[in-house]
Protein backbone atom coordinates (compact mmCIF):
# COMPACT_ATOMS: atom_id res chain seq x y z
CA UNK A 1 0.00 0.00 0.00
CA UNK A 2 2.93 3.01 0.79
CA UNK A 3 5.85 2.42 0.41
CA UNK A 4 7.58 4.97 2.37
CA UNK A 5 11.50 5.82 1.22
CA UNK A 6 13.89 4.88 3.76
CA UNK A 7 17.09 6.02 5.24
CA UNK A 8 19.64 5.83 2.87
CA UNK A 9 17.73 5.18 -0.55
CA UNK A 10 17.80 7.32 -3.10
CA UNK A 11 15.08 10.30 -2.87
CA UNK A 12 12.01 9.64 -5.46
CA UNK A 13 12.49 11.87 -8.40
CA UNK A 14 9.94 14.47 -9.20
CA UNK A 15 8.72 17.23 -11.20
CA UNK A 16 5.93 19.21 -9.31
CA UNK A 17 4.48 22.68 -10.18
CA UNK A 18 4.72 25.11 -7.25
CA UNK A 19 2.50 27.78 -6.31
CA UNK A 20 3.24 30.11 -9.38
CA UNK A 21 3.53 27.16 -11.70
CA UNK A 22 6.84 26.94 -12.39
CA UNK A 23 8.16 23.26 -12.69
CA UNK A 24 10.24 21.84 -9.25
CA UNK A 25 12.61 19.13 -9.80
CA UNK A 26 14.72 17.28 -6.78
CA UNK A 27 17.49 17.54 -9.58
CA UNK A 28 16.99 21.47 -9.69
CA UNK A 29 17.94 20.78 -5.69
CA UNK A 30 20.85 19.03 -6.10
CA UNK A 31 23.35 21.28 -4.21
CA UNK A 32 21.09 21.70 -1.46
CA UNK A 33 19.08 19.93 1.48
CA UNK A 34 15.42 19.77 0.64
CA UNK A 35 13.05 19.35 3.57
CA UNK A 36 9.95 17.61 1.85
CA UNK A 37 7.08 17.51 3.84
CA UNK A 38 3.18 16.37 3.39
CA UNK A 39 0.24 17.77 4.52
CA UNK A 40 -3.36 16.98 3.75
CA UNK A 41 -5.15 20.48 3.01
CA UNK A 42 -4.00 24.63 2.64
CA UNK A 43 -5.81 26.47 5.62
CA UNK A 44 -6.57 23.89 8.05
CA UNK A 45 -5.47 24.45 11.67
CA UNK A 46 -2.75 21.56 11.63
CA UNK A 47 -1.54 22.27 7.67
CA UNK A 48 -1.48 26.10 9.50
CA UNK A 49 0.65 25.44 12.34
CA UNK A 50 3.02 23.43 10.74
CA UNK A 51 3.44 25.94 7.91
CA UNK A 52 3.56 28.91 9.84
CA UNK A 53 6.43 27.44 11.83
CA UNK A 54 8.53 26.43 9.14
CA UNK A 55 8.58 29.81 8.33
CA UNK A 56 9.44 30.65 11.30
CA UNK A 57 12.24 29.17 11.17
CA UNK A 58 12.98 29.59 7.00
CA UNK A 59 15.97 31.70 7.71
CA UNK A 60 17.42 28.88 10.04
CA UNK A 61 17.06 26.53 7.22
CA UNK A 62 18.36 28.75 4.77
CA UNK A 63 21.55 29.05 6.94
CA UNK A 64 22.21 25.43 6.58
CA UNK A 65 21.53 25.72 3.07
CA UNK A 66 18.06 23.45 2.71
CA UNK A 67 15.29 24.88 1.22
CA UNK A 68 11.51 23.37 2.22
CA UNK A 69 8.89 22.21 0.41
CA UNK A 70 5.33 21.47 1.24
CA UNK A 71 3.07 19.01 -0.48
CA UNK A 72 -0.36 18.84 -0.95
CA UNK A 73 -3.15 18.14 -3.18
CA UNK A 74 -4.29 21.31 -3.20
CA UNK A 75 -3.69 23.58 -6.67
CA UNK A 76 -1.49 26.97 -7.25
CA UNK A 77 -4.39 29.08 -6.37
CA UNK A 78 -5.37 27.65 -2.77
CA UNK A 79 -1.04 27.55 -2.27
CA UNK A 80 -1.24 31.65 -3.09
CA UNK A 81 -4.22 32.46 -0.85
CA UNK A 82 -3.00 30.02 2.17
CA UNK A 83 0.44 32.16 1.50
CA UNK A 84 -0.57 35.29 1.43
CA UNK A 85 -3.24 34.44 4.25
CA UNK A 86 -0.45 33.82 6.76
CA UNK A 87 2.73 35.35 4.93
CA UNK A 88 4.73 32.13 4.41
CA UNK A 89 7.84 32.13 3.30
CA UNK A 90 7.81 28.45 2.49
CA UNK A 91 7.50 26.90 -1.51
CA UNK A 92 4.36 24.98 -1.49
CA UNK A 93 3.82 22.19 -4.44
CA UNK A 94 0.50 21.23 -6.00
CA UNK A 95 0.08 17.20 -6.36
CA UNK A 96 -3.57 16.56 -7.38
CA UNK A 97 -3.06 13.53 -9.17
CA UNK A 98 -1.23 12.26 -6.02
CA UNK A 99 1.93 11.05 -8.01
CA UNK A 100 4.55 12.50 -5.45
CA UNK A 101 2.33 12.21 -2.11
CA UNK A 102 2.32 8.00 -3.71
CA UNK A 103 6.18 7.86 -4.30
CA UNK A 104 7.18 9.15 -0.87
CA UNK A 105 4.75 6.77 0.57
CA UNK A 106 2.31 10.03 2.06
CA UNK A 107 -1.60 8.02 0.19
CA UNK A 108 -2.40 6.28 3.05
CA UNK A 109 -5.50 4.73 5.11
CA UNK A 110 -6.70 6.52 7.75
CA UNK A 111 -9.01 6.65 10.21
CA UNK A 112 -11.64 9.42 11.77
CA UNK A 113 -14.63 8.87 14.10
CA UNK A 114 -14.40 5.79 13.08
CA UNK A 115 -14.12 6.05 9.58
CA UNK A 116 -11.39 4.64 7.43
CA UNK A 117 -10.66 6.80 3.99
CA UNK A 118 -7.64 7.07 1.96
CA UNK A 119 -5.76 10.90 2.19
CA UNK A 120 -2.31 12.20 2.85
CA UNK A 121 -0.55 11.31 6.16
CA UNK A 122 1.47 14.48 7.56
CA UNK A 123 4.97 12.98 6.74
CA UNK A 124 8.76 14.55 6.38
CA UNK A 125 11.62 13.43 4.45
CA UNK A 126 14.75 15.10 4.74
CA UNK A 127 16.78 15.35 1.60
CA UNK A 128 21.14 15.23 1.56
CA UNK A 129 22.02 17.37 -1.17
CA UNK A 130 23.05 14.19 -3.09
CA UNK A 131 19.51 13.04 -2.90
CA UNK A 132 19.50 10.23 -0.86
CA UNK A 133 17.06 10.34 2.23
CA UNK A 134 19.10 11.44 4.97
CA UNK A 135 16.21 11.14 7.79
CA UNK A 136 12.36 10.50 7.40
CA UNK A 137 9.32 11.68 9.98
CA UNK A 138 6.24 8.84 8.52
CA UNK A 139 3.59 9.90 11.40
CA UNK A 140 4.42 13.81 11.72
CA UNK A 141 2.42 15.47 15.02
CA UNK A 142 2.58 19.49 14.33
CA UNK A 143 3.83 20.70 17.75
CA UNK A 144 7.39 20.84 17.52
CA UNK A 145 8.06 19.44 14.37
CA UNK A 146 9.57 22.22 12.07
CA UNK A 147 11.91 22.45 15.36
CA UNK A 148 12.59 19.16 15.71
CA UNK A 149 13.90 19.22 12.10
CA UNK A 150 15.81 21.62 11.72
CA UNK A 151 17.74 20.15 15.24
CA UNK A 152 18.36 17.36 12.69
CA UNK A 153 19.21 19.54 9.54
CA UNK A 154 22.27 20.88 11.73
CA UNK A 155 23.60 17.37 12.94
CA UNK A 156 23.13 16.21 9.43
CA UNK A 157 24.64 19.10 7.78
CA UNK A 158 27.52 19.71 10.30
CA UNK A 159 29.32 15.87 10.32
Known sequence: MSNIP???????DFSTPDQNDNSVTLDDLSSQWVVLYFYPKDDTPGCTTEAKDFTELYQDFSELGAKILGVSPDLGKSHCKFINKHNL???LLSDPEYILIEAYGAWRLKKFMGKEYMGVARSTFLISPDKIIAYAWP????KGHAQAVLTK???LATT
Open 139 to 142: NVKT
Open 89 to 91: SIT
Open 153 to 155: LRE
Open 6 to 12: QVGQPAP
